[in-house]
């Protein structure tokens, strides 16, 4: 047998392994590193973070990301550089935090590593009769098992593809498994680029998961505050708390197919972007309206669709136990409005549960890698877009 396929072996069966997750989303504000220990599967798993970090971008490697991100024409040779030199770069992070932490690279049984998504085509939105889903996203995983001498999972959303759903959102396998409690009904709602959220039932039935993508979470506010303030997001909402939204604006961000599609679905800034906002402009006749107003009305954009979302499911009264994650948590007037469009509902984050919610992502792809490693598919039922697979390539180190 193979040394690697041995040591592989070897580490799957200990009674507690580290893994590391890694999470780089759309927001592209850096590498998100979470060293967990991680024991059982299923609905047994146990996972404990170790140590959290994000490690940071350079603008030179952010705009060399964004130069070949959410667009239909871009440079084939620098896509496939990229897909080498992102794995460099996550491996070099990981190298140094676990330096950083104490911890010697051979202590390290797995690496989950997402990537980065690139481009996000889900049939809703390419409209093309002969083709699939479809999702990218690069890094390659032999690249960092070989730098970090770390064997190393990655490319998790083909299998979801392969499987018949659309990549996304892969949060519900974990959610299921680390945050489901008997007797209490939970929505995990994650505010990323892109919002999406997971209903878990109090029954602990997988049949009755419920996942889906729901709009934009701060992809657009993020998009604007960059080409528009020079900053990287609106730090604590603060330049949307001084505007005034703008109704007319509103009404029309609203006008969208995506928001009519049945769930679940998934969706990007492919989509969500600087020209969707630019013709909803144009339509509503709001071009000279100020920033600070255009940033207050995205904020209420954002709020809307996720809080519409979250009716549509559990009706306009709906009573829910709300735990947040992701970069929109942080936003005062984006929580604030969520507050107000949900009333009966209590919010809370994953702090609340334990887990770090700026690290959850991160958290959630150690966990699948576990499933991968020592578990079995979850059966989901007929649930759509959940398929009931195991997820994740493996890359040996030599």
């Known amino acids: 047998m193979n040394i690697q396929i041995q040591n592989l072996y070897t580490k799957a069966q200990k009674e507690q392994r580290l893994i590391i997750g890694l999470m780089s989303g759309t927001s592209m504000d850096g590498l998100d590193i979470a060293l967990c220990a991680v024991s059982g599967s299923g609905a047994e798993t146990v996972i404990k973070i170790l140590e959290f970090k994000t490690g940071g971008y350079t603008d030179d490697f952010r705009a060399k990301i964004k130069a070949i991100f959410s667009k239909k024409q871009v440079d084939l040779e620098l896509v496939c550089l990229m897909n080498e030199h992102i794995a460099n770069i996550h491996a070099d992070l990981i190298n140094q935090a676990l330096a950083e932490w104490g911890y010697k690279n051979e202590e390290i049984d797995f690496i989950a590593s997402h990537g980065q998504t690139i481009f996000h085509a889900p049939k809703s939105l390419h409209q093309l009769t002969d083709y699939p889903n479809g999702t990218l996203q690069i890094g390659d995983g032999d690249h960092i098992a070989v730098k970090t001498g770390i064997i190393t999972l990655s490319d998790f959303r083909q299998k979801h593809l392969a499987a018949g759903g659309e990549g996304a959102p892969l949060a519900v396998y974990g959610d299921y498994l680390i945050f489901s409690k008997k007797d209490e009904d939970r929505v995990m709602l994650n505010i990323g680029g892109i919002a999406n959220f997971t209903y878990l039932p109090g029954n602990l039935q997988a049949s009755e998961i419920f996942s889906?993508?729901?709009?934009?979470?701060?992809?657009?506010?993020?998009?604007?505050?960059?080409?528009?303030?020079?900053?990287?997001?609106?730090?604590?909402?603060?330049?949307?708390?001084?505007?005034?939204?703008?109704?007319?604006?509103?009404?029309?961000?609203?006008?969208?197919?995506?928001?009519?599609?049945?769930f679940p679905k998934t969706t990007g800034p492919e989509l969500f972007n600087l020209d969707y906002l630019k013709s909803a402009q144009n339509q509503s006749s709001t071009q000279n309206i100020s920033t600070t107003d255009v940033m207050t009305t995205l904020c209420h954009f954002s709020a809307e669709t996720i809080s519409a979302a979250i009716k549509k499911c559990f009706g306009d009264k709906a009573k829910a136990q709300i735990f947040m994650s992701g970069g929109g948590m942080h936003n005062p007037l984006l929580v604030q409005l969520l507050k107000k469009n949900l009333p009966h509902s209590d919010f809370f984050t994953t702090d609340d549960l334990a887990i770090n919610?700026?690290?959850?992502?991160?958290?959630?792809?150690?966990?699948?890698?576990?499933?991968?490693?020592?578990?079995?598919?979850?059966?989901?039922?007929?649930?759509?877009?959940?398929?009931?697979?195991?997820?994740g390539k493996i890359s040996l180190p030599a």
Not at 245 to 260: I, P, Q, R, S
Not at 357 to 385: S, W
């Open 212 to 262: 889906t993508d729901v709009g934009p979470g701060n992809t657009l506010m993020d998009q604007f505050m960059q080409q528009y303030y020079d900053q990287f997001y609106d730090k604590d909402g603060e330049v949307a708390k001084s505007g005034n939204m703008n109704e007319a604006l509103l009404n029309e961000l609203l006008k969208c197919d995506f928001f009519d599609i049945a």
């Open 357 to 391: 919610p700026d690290a959850k992502e991160a958290v959630l792809f150690a966990v699948l890698a576990n499933e991968t490693l020592c578990g079995q598919p979850i059966d989901f039922g007929n649930r759509q877009g959940v398929p009931s697979i195991c997820m």
